[in-house]
């Protein structure tokens, strides 16, 4: 059972995280060529000498120090430190990366939900019980981006995405902010309104003109006031400036993945109680299948050992089918490369490459 919170009564079931890498076409560059570590890189469009007519897509932590910023023109970035290495964008690597990070992430999440190319929300299982756990899980979350992917992130933790989100931001880069509901206020008020999500240029101007910079301002401002200005969205944006949000953590883009994972009682290397479990998992992750009309292509296995480090292993079927013995037998076969001396901390099976099942297929894969 999740713990309630004396001081607030906000269950602790939804600790939310929001994952956002550091600086990311930037320091993919840079986990490629390793020289560039420490240099203001700038990833954009070609300056050409100063009059380049592109803009910067990101820039490393060492050329924001000059002032430079992702959307504004080259020329500029150019001008503010000419000596910066000016690097073209490439889309392709950026994307393989961005999918490994989602991949590995979305093994230490219950619920996920990518936002961009570089951030998502994570809700955990039920191993991460109260804020004290979530930090030392975001660090773990940490440490394996840093070592599968080479590149570094912040992690924001939360009673909700709205207070996650704005805590990535807080610290960065290399960052960790857990922010507990009993300090969501002290959080939230003395910041400007403009790092409340979705408040933009605009509305930050149109809210000084009425005064109100801070979002303590802007939570206390009459409901009256802001719903006159910004229609239905100044409700929303009183509700986010007391640090309210209700919305959940979910893939937008419609099933894309099954998956279950369990972590063990306690470590563990014994195979029974490992393919036992992988059984079980494979069982849940097949009735969820059936559920919703879906035949897979791909089997996915998730190991997790006892010092946390964590991997993911796939293998895509030439037949699309919804057979549980085809999960069973993948999911056995790819955990074998993992079977040693190490100790299991947790173990999970899923499928993805998913479509709707039309009923004459059906009968062919599941009534062999
Ligand atoms: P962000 O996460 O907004 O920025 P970032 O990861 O570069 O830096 P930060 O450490 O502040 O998170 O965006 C992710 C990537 O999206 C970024 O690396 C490049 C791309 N991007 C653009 O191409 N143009 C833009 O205007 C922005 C904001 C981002
Ligand atoms: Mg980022």
């Avoid at 504004?72 to 430190?81: D, E, G, T």
């Avoid at 951030?119 to 109260?130: C, L």
Wanted: hydrophobic share 35%; with cysteine.
């Amino acid at each position: 059972m999740p713990t309630p919170n004396p001081k607030t009564n906000i269950s602790e079931k939804r600790i939310t995280f929001h994952v956002d890498m550091d600086s990311f076409y930037a320091s993919v560059e840079v986990r490629e060529r390793p020289e560039l570590k420490g240099l203001p890189v700038v990833v954009g469009s070609d300056p050409k000498g100063g009059s380049g007519r592109g803009v910067v897509s990101t820039c490393s932590y060492e050329a924001r120090k000059y002032g430079i910023h992702s959307a504004m023109p080259i020329s500029q970035a150019y001008r503010l430190c000419p000596g910066a290495v000016f690097l073209p964008v490439n889309m392709k690597l950026y994307a393989g990366v961005s999918a490994g990070v989602m991949e590995l992430l979305r093994g230490f999440s219950e619920k996920f939900q990518q936002v961009s190319v570089d951030e998502a929300y994570i809700i955990p299982g039920p191993e991460v019980r109260n804020f004290e756990e979530a930090a030392l899980y975001a660090l773990r979350i940490k440490d394996e981006v840093q070592r599968q992917q080479g590149i570094t992130c912040s992690v924001g933790i939360g009673p909700n995405k709205l207070i996650s989100k704005v805590a990535s931001g807080f610290q960065k880069p290399d960052g960790l902010t857990v922010v507990r509901p009993e300090d969501v206020r002290d959080f939230l008020f003395p910041l400007p309104v403009f790092k409340i999500p979705g408040i933009g240029e605009k509305t930050t101007e149109t809210l000084k003109g009425m005064g109100i910079s801070r979002v303590e301002e802007l939570a206390n401002c009459d409901v009256q006031l802001l719903s006159e200005k910004f229609g239905k969205m100044g409700l929303r944006m009183k509700q986010l400036a007391n640090g309210l949000d209700f919305e959940e953590v979910i893939e937008k883009e419609g099933v894309k993945s099954i998956s279950r994972h369990g972590t063990f009682a306690e470590d563990t290397n014994d195979p029974v109680k490992i393919s036992g479990s992988l059984d079980i998992l494979a069982e849940s992750v097949h009735g969820s299948l059936l559920k919703h009309h879906f035949l897979f292509k791909t089997v996915t296995l998730i190991v997790r050992f006892e010092d946390f480090s964590t991997y993911t292993r796939s293998r895509t079927l030439s037949i699309w089918t919804s057979d549980i013995f085809v999960i069973k037998r993948t999911a056995i076969q790819l955990l074998s490369e993992f079977m040693g001396r190490r100790k299991f901390r947790l173990v999970g099976v899923g499928v993805t490459k998913l479509r709707e099942r039309d009923e004459r297929q059906t009968l062919i894969t599941d009534f062999p």
